[in-house]
């Protein structure tokens, strides 16, 4: 398995704007398409974004589509989720994860998880 370290998170006002950082170890990290999740207090965790290994393809939630772009950079191990015009709603814990297989939204496809950075947003 990977260890995966996010960092990043914060206290932001609304409109504001974090670029989270997830930084892998081991070698075979370019070989796996990596996604970003978030659980709010008393929700369920649900998917944000995902990309492919070479970074050419991504998928991207509804709810952050056009806000937050996710990228990645193999020589560093680490991908990256930027996240522009910050809500409220967007309050929640933001985890990394390495996934199994090839495009999925659900958590049973990803295998790997770091322990999570925090991002609040004030009104």
């Known amino acids: 398995q990977v260890q995966l370290v996010e960092s990043g998170g914060g206290l932001v006002q609304a409109g504001g704007s974090l670029r989270l950082s997830c930084a892998a170890s081991?070698?075979?990290?370019?070989?796996?398409?990596m996604g970003w999740f978030r659980q709010a207090p008393g929700k369920e965790r649900e998917f944000v974004a995902s990309?492919?290994?070479?970074?050419?393809?991504?998928n991207t939630a509804d709810s952050v589509k056009g806000r937050f772009t996710i990228s990645r950079d193999n020589a560093k191990n680490t991908v990256y989720l930027q996240m522009n015009s910050l809500t409220p709603e967007d309050t929640a814990v933001y985890y990394c994860?390495?996934?199994?297989?090839?495009?999925?939204?659900?958590?049973?496809?990803?295998?790997?998880w770091g322990q999570g950075t925090q991002v609040t947003v004030s009104s």
């Open positions: 081991g070698r075979t990290f370019s070989s796996y398409r």
């Open positions: 990309i492919n290994w070479s970074g050419s393809s991504t």
């Open positions: 994860a390495r996934a199994v297989g090839g495009v999925s939204t659900t958590t049973q496809n990803y295998d790997s």
